[in-house]
């Protein structure tokens, strides 16, 4: 059985398959990027095989690279603009299907609360139009394709997306004057239950191994993969309100930062929020994530990540020291 992961790159990419490769045998594992060239020779020489493509690549593109591949981790294209994630990301799932691709893992979010279909932020919006369209695949007459939608939980070290791209180690170039971040949002309850990106992907790795093992025998083991057609919910140990994370990042910081509660027309005209978004038109699309904190979509606490790791998640206050350090 041969696992892929696509795009094998980033953040969550390359902390997922640094774990896997821990826990299956490497020349069973094809990671895809754009740029394979940059995938660590240790890997190679161990056994890994490396392929070239990018959401970007032609349908036909995209089917050869996948061809070989039974299970293929699918991490979601980085953009919160519904229209084009969808774009590129069906397509994808498509290209792996005809392929040969019979099992998907699909890097979601953890928004739209427990396991919920719907969701308030524009950036969750893809997401469920893909775990849509995995499950009617996957409920397709005949279908031998199964699929699990991993609704990775927030970033502790996303924080500054949610801060109005406060910085603590760049206190001036990433805050307003006084101390204040100012977000569409007075920083209350309920708030979002971060979760350290390396214990993500150390997850997902172990996700994908867990099933691995559990068919490469069959899938007859007692005991043996419950997430398949499922969606797991990956979070940090305890929900943080956005008044209690600054106060972490000020610590950090080593000064008072506090909230103050602006209109959104005022937050997507801040300078440093058009410099990262582009336009306010993208960050009025992004400013919708505070609609789906100010309802709780973020603040459940799901005991998966504990279960998976076996042990407790890493502390958010721990994990972005560490990341700012």
């Known amino acids: 059985m041969t696992i892929g992961i696509f795009p094998a790159s980033g953040g ?6 640094t774990h896997l490769l821990k826990l299956v045998p490497n020349d069973q594992v094809i990671l895809i990027n754009r740029n ?3 995938v660590p020779q240790q890997y190679i020489d161990a056994g890994v095989r490396v392929r070239k493509a990018s959401y970007e690549s032609t349908f036909s593109e995209l089917e050869y690279a996948f061809s070989g591949i039974d299970v293929l981790f699918l991490i979601s294209y980085p953009s919160h603009v519904h229209d084009y994630r969808i774009k590129v990301q069906l397509p994808a799932v498509d290209a792996a299907k005809k392929a040969g691709v019979t099992h998907i893992f699909y890097s979601s979010l953890g928004f739209a609360g427990d396991h919920q279909s719907t969701s308030l932020a524009e950036v969750m919006q893809a997401h469920l139009d893909t775990e849509r369209h995995l499950a009617r695949l996957a409920a397709a007459p005949a279908s031998s394709f199964t699929y699990t939608s991993i609704r990775e939980g927030l970033y502790a070290e996303s924080t500054p997306i949610y801060t109005a791209f406060f910085d603590p180690r760049s206190v001036a170039e990433s805050s307003s004057n006084n101390g204040e971040i100012l977000i569409p949002h007075d920083g209350s309850g ?3 239950a971060w979760v350290k990106r ?3 992907g150390e997850a997902s790795g172990r996700l994908i191994a867990s099933y691995y093992h559990d068919h490469s025998k069959g899938g ?3 005991g043996g993969f419950q997430f398949v057609n499922r969606t797991v919910l990956l979070t940090g140990p305890r929900v943080w309100s956005l008044a209690e994370t ?3 990042l000020g610590e950090i910081a080593g000064r008072e930062v506090r909230i103050r509660a602006v209109p959104v027309d005022e937050y997507v005209r801040l300078p440093q929020v058009l410099a990262k978004f582009g336009s306010e038109e993208m960050a009025r699309m992004w400013a919708t994530a505070w609609d789906a904190i100010r309802a709780g979509e973020t603040a459940v606490v799901a005991p998966e990540l504990a279960a998976i790791l076996g042990r407790e998640p890493e502390a958010f206050e721990v994990a972005v020291r560490r990341h700012f350090a």
């Open 12 to 17: 969550l990419g390359t902390s997922t398959y």
């Open 36 to 38: 394979p060239e940059n």
């Open 190 to 192: 309920p708030g979002v």
């Open 198 to 200: 390396d214990e993500l």
């Open 220 to 222: 007859k083991e007692q």
């Open 246 to 248: 600054v106060a972490v």
